[in-house]
C-alpha cells in the first residue's frame, strides 16, 4: 500500500503491485471518504488476490458494488467538520453544520461515493461551497 499526499493537500491510498514485470498501481480512494483502516484492509484484501494470481483490477472494482463499507454523506460532512472545527469558533462551526444539513440532509444516508454531482446535486457544487465555508 502506498499514500500520496499532493500538493493541493489532497491525500490518495493506493495499492502497488506487479503485472507482466510491470509496475501497476489501484487506486483505494482519497482521504477521509477512504480512512486509513479502510484502505489497508482493502490493500490486504487485494495482496490475497494477487498472491493467489487473481485479477487485481476485477476484484478492485468490486468494491464499488458493496456498500458495506463505503462512508456516507453525513459521516464525511461529519469528519470534514471534525477536521476543521479547531479552526473556527463554536458558533461558526454551528452555522456551517446547519448549513450543510440544510443542502445535504436528502443525501446524508447515501454513500459519498454514490453522489452524482450532475444528477443529485445539479449546480450545487458541495466542493466549491466547503472551500468558500472553510477558506
Known amino acids: 500500500m502506498a499514500i500520496r499526499a499532493s500538493k493541493t493537500g489532497v491525500i490518495s491510498f493506493y495499492f502497488r503491485y506487479k503485472l507482466n514485470g510491470c509496475d501497476k498501481r489501484v487506486t483505494l480512494g482519497n482521504y477521509p471518504l477512504i480512512t486509513l483502516k ?3 484492509d482493502e490493500a490486504m484484501r487485494l495482496a490475497l488476490v494477487y498472491q493467489q494470481g487473481g485479477s487485481v483490477v476485477d476484484v478492485a472494482n468490486t468494491r464499488y458494488n458493496s456498500q458495506d463499507h463505503l462512508p456516507t454523506v453525513k459521516e464525511c460532512v461529519d469528519s470534514y ?5 479547531n479552526l473556527l469558533r463554536p458558533s461558526s462551526l454551528t452555522m456551517y453544520r446547519s448549513t450543510l444539513e440544510k443542502h445535504l440532509a436528502p443525501y446524508f ?22 472551500s468558500d465555508l472553510f477558506g
Open 81 to 85: 467538520l471534525k477536521t476543521y472545527s
Open 38 to 40: 479502510m484502505a489497508k
Open 109 to 130: 444516508d447515501r454513500p459519498a461515493e454514490k453522489i452524482s454531482m450532475s444528477k443529485d446535486l445539479g449546480d450545487f457544487n458541495i466542493l466549491a461551497y466547503l
